[in-house]
């Protein structure tokens, strides 16, 4: 297929080659959450290598190789993250005119990773087989750098194309996201140099990968796993959606269907119950409603949920937050323990630039007449008699190593909105990653999220219990954490040796 491909890629005009690339893009889209359709992935990365390739022919290679991979990239961040517009339909009259910015912005800044990772390809990539290297090291850095540059953005990398709790998925417990999405490229991206014959030795190491991969996965699945916790846990949301959760009318019916979670058997039955991330349109450390209902129901209980709040000293200042709650003997319930966002997400939670974008008529999204201010530092929490906890809100569970802290957690909390992202693609790629999490540092991921996916997971990056949107409340026992991954030790590390390695045999194979 890839000679077939290349023979017809080279006849067509430049304007063509384009149009393949973007189809191309669009395609690689459906190797990830919710369908995983991973051959669709190799067949993209064929075309682009065999793209790239080509591109040195044209009059300005170095050009014409990163406008090929800008526009590859372009396509599969279009349409992988077009969800995003969803979320300025939220308030419509105020947001939906930065629909298309919003849509056309986010794609086109990770084209330029992917258009300088092509340029990069063509400058220095050597003139036999082993350019397969090359090729890995130049998507697998851009992928590195996106992921930590200007603060960050590990979506829809490769690795996500497997989906997590699968055999290759265990993979991340040894050499994480960028480990895996390395290889990923290189196995599939080798096949278009192995038609070229003289690379009996790609051959032989892309048996090894896979055969190690499959192998290393399915031994892991093997791992019997005795669970010896008593701790019950509940998991649920109450269905609104954000438009709907923000309505004033629907505030009696919001705190109704949270007090009605607390009252059934399963919650009862529990002793931790996870509620999603701002769970109420209010604070709710101030609203006595609210706090007067929920405290006669988590006598001995504790209740972890979502409560973006005003500084407890400086009114003036807002933090995104985990509330850690108790039953108490008062009228409130007892506040175990706080954790305040880190992580806060640019034009959502913040406004980069923020008098250069007010003058322009633009605020972020979800902050409360100001932006949310950065929590001090990602940390695990130990409180009273809990397990050690990891606690992530949103999107801090897509990074992976996040928490570097000296005390190993005993799961992680992830309470999340998916709402913001509508009934799309975003909620399903946003659960995929966050079991990823579990399966890098062998840990349960406990996981609330209003609009999306609410679950129990257990270290292998598999689901105990799971359901997508609605209102309704689900619980589990909590699985055993695993003994310590190299991945949650040494973290990034064998990743950037495998840099290494890749541009080094690049470098002494190449003909100066």
């Known amino acids: 297929m890839p000679n077939y491909f290349a023979n017809f890629f080279e006849t067509k005009s430049t304007k063509i080659k384009y149009i393949i690339l973007f189809v191309l893009g669009l395609l690689a889209v459906f190797a990830l959450a919710p369908y995983h359709i991973w051959p669709l992935y190799a067949i993209a990365i064929w075309g682009l290598m065999i793209a790239l390739d080509d591109a040195k022919k044209s009059p300005k290679p170095l050009k014409s190789a990163f406008w090929r991979s800008f526009i590859f990239g372009f396509a599969h961040f279009a349409l992988g ?55 890995a090291f130049c998507f697998g850095a851009i992928e590195y750098l996106r992921s930590i540059l200007f603060t960050g953005l590990p979506w829809n990398l490769s690795a996500y194309i497997w989906k997590a709790g699968g055999i290759i998925s265990q993979n991340g417990a040894l050499i994480g996201p960028f480990g895996v999405g390395i290889l990923t490229i290189f196995a ?8 070229e014959g003289k690379s009996k030795s790609i051959i032989i190491l892309n048996i090894i990968i896979i055969a190690a991969s499959i192998g290393f996965g399915a031994l892991r699945l093997a791992t019997p ?44 039955d529990s002793n931790i119950i996870v509620w999603p991330e701002g769970a109420f349109p209010f604070d709710l450390f101030s609203d006595d409603e609210a706090l007067s209902k929920i405290n006669p129901l988590i006598q001995n209980k504790v209740l972890i949920v979502g409560a973006p709040h005003a500084d407890f000293i400086d009114q003036n200042k807002y933090f995104n937050s985990i509330a850690f709650l108790t039953g108490s003997n008062d009228f409130y319930p007892s506040l175990l323990s ?175």
């Open 81 to 135: 993250m077009f969800w995003v517009g969803q979320a300025f339909l939220v308030d419509a009259k105020k947001f939906a005119w930065l629909i298309p910015f919003a849509m056309s912005a986010l794609p086109a800044y990770i084209g330029l990773y992917y258009g300088l990772a092509g340029f990069l390809y063509s400058k220095f990539a050597p003139n036999n087989a082993n350019r397969v290297f090359w090729f």
């Open 188 to 195: 599939f991206s080798s096949l278009n140099v192995i038609r």
């Open 338 to 512: 706080t954790y305040d966002k880190f992580h806060l997400v640019p034009f959502g939670e913040y406004l980069p630039l923020r008098p250069v974008f007010n003058a322009l008529g633009i605020s972020s999204l979800v902050a409360y007449g100001t932006d949310f201010s950065k929590g001090e530092s990602p940390k695990v929490l130990k409180i009273g008699n809990l397990p050690n906890i990891d606690p992530r809100i949103c999107y801090e569970i897509i990074f992976p190593h996040f928490n570097n802290g000296q005390i190993r957690p005993d799961m992680i909390v992830n309470v999340s909105v998916d709402a913001w992202y509508g009934d799309y693609l975003g909620p399903d790629q946003h659960y995929n990653q966050a079991r990823w999490r579990a399966i890098e540092e062998g840990l349960p991921l406990i996981r609330a999220a209003s609009g999306g996916w609410s679950g129990i997971i257990d270290s292998f990056g598999r689901p105990i219990t799971q359901f997508r949107k609605g209102n309704d409340i689900i619980s589990a026992t909590l699985p055993s954490k695993l003994t310590q991954t190299p991945y949650s030790r040494f973290s990034d590390a064998i990743f950037l040796l495998l840099m290494v390695v890749f541009a080094a045999n690049t470098y002494l194979t190449r003909k100066f």
């Open 225 to 268: 796993v005795k669970n010896n916790s008593d701790i019950k846990i509940a998991v649920g949301q109450a269905g609104f959606s954000q438009k709907d959760l923000w309505d004033s009318a629907n505030r009696k019916s919001v705190i109704n269907n949270y007090i009605g979670q607390l009252k059934t058997k399963t919650a009862q």
